[in-house]
């Protein structure tokens, strides 16, 4: 009798799981996005799932820079809706390519977020910063500052274009002729555009 009760609370409890995380991935995957944004001397490559409902998201960028090397991060958010402003929290894993160092990869735990402050139906502003942690080796870019904000238009549901700035750095707490104290992959304006899908 006794197991039976135990059988039975452990198939109620798993079938509650099963049913949450069934339903957190269909609130996340119903809609997808994809996104492009060229600034001077760089390109950020979006792909995101969630971005634009309220709860849980998922999104990967990759910020490409002709001289300087790229970023690649992935990671995941809540989208939390008041009114005409939303706000984020989000975690990522960040991985970073230095072009011009023979060893200059690294892999950042990222935290952070953004805004998003609704004018109108066509009009927003919006900003986001992440500030990431080195993992793994104190040799190279001990942290690094992705800030971007800026105006996006609107015209259709499944459309978005958008002005804004971007200042992505690495800083090194111990410079030397083969690390400097701060290098730059993007720090320019850019105009971007998005589609829903």
């Known amino acids: 009798m006794l197991r039976s009760k135990i059988m039975l609370k452990r198939f109620i409890t798993g079938s509650t799981l099963s049913l949450i995380v069934l339903f957190s991935l269909t609130q996340i995957l119903h809609a997808a996005e994809g996104s492009v944004a060229l600034g001077r001397y760089h390109t950020m490559l979006s792909l995101g799932a969630g971005t ?14 002709t001289d300087k090397g790229n970023t690649f991060d992935t990671g995941f958010g809540y989208n939390i809706d008041t009114n005409s402003l939303r ?6 894993v960040i991985l970073t390519r230095y072009e011009e160092r023979l060893d ?3 892999i950042s735990l990222g935290f952070g977020g953004g ?3 609704h004018l109108d139906r066509y009009w927003s502003l919006y900003g986001k910063y992440h500030y990431g942690i080195e993992c793994f080796s104190p040799k190279r870019a001990n942290s690094y500052h992705d800030i971007n904000g800026g105006i996006r238009f609107t015209p259709i ?4 274009l958008e002005l804004g700035y971007r200042c ?3 800083h090194n707490k111990t410079p030397s002729n083969t690390y400097i104290p701060v290098e730059y992959i993007a720090k320019s304006p850019y105009l971007g555009v998005s589609v829903l899908f």
């Open 104 to 106: 200059g990869t690294s």
């Open 52 to 65: 634009n409902s309220t709860g849980a998201f998922l999104k990967t960028n990759l910020l490409y820079n």
């Open 157 to 160: 549901s499944m459309l978005s």
């Open 87 to 92: 706000i984020y929290p989000s975690v990522k």
């Open 168 to 170: 992505t750095m690495l």
């Open 115 to 117: 805004a998003l402050y």
